[in-house]
């Protein structure tokens, strides 16, 4: 089992850029892959980044890539969410999630993933 805390939002301009932090507890979340979802009011939860156990290759939606990327250190129980260029329409609760796998894999589906943070605000004004 795993416990997730997730860290760094808050009110910026358009344009700038933020850094979310998931740190989970646990000792072996090496072999966790690790998503970052965000969501809004009326909307269904949506994937904005995930990462495999071990690192290395990361999964982004085509239309955040280049703004969104997704890193680990297993070392520091921490994955980052560094976000460039936000825009409005990033506004949301953003989500770190976690899951168990003996696969090198990513998962990009809500339903993936068993444990959950409690998520941190993200607003950009205009």
């Known amino acids: 089992q795993v416990r997730l805390a997730e860290s760094g939002g808050g009110l910026v301009q358009a344009g700038d850029s933020l850094r979310l932090s998931c740190v989970a507890s646990g000792r072996t979340f090496s072999r966790y892959a690790v998503g970052w979802f965000r969501q809004t009011p009326g909307k269904e939860r949506e994937v904005v980044a995930a990462?495999?156990?071990?690192?290395?290759?990361?999964y982004a939606p085509d239309s955040l890539k280049g703004r969104f990327a997704i890193s680990r250190d297993n070392g520091k129980n921490t994955v980052v969410l560094l976000m460039n260029g936000l825009k409005p329409e990033d506004t949301a609760v953003y989500y770190c999630?976690?899951?168990?796998?003996?696969?090198?894999?990513?998962?990009?589906?809500?339903?993936?993933?068993?444990?959950w943070g409690q998520g941190t605000q993200v607003t950009v004004s205009a």
């Open positions: 990462i495999r156990p071990s690192g290395g290759r990361t």
């Open positions: 999630a976690a899951q168990w796998t003996e696969f090198s894999n990513y998962y990009t589906a809500v339903h993936d993933y068993a444990y």
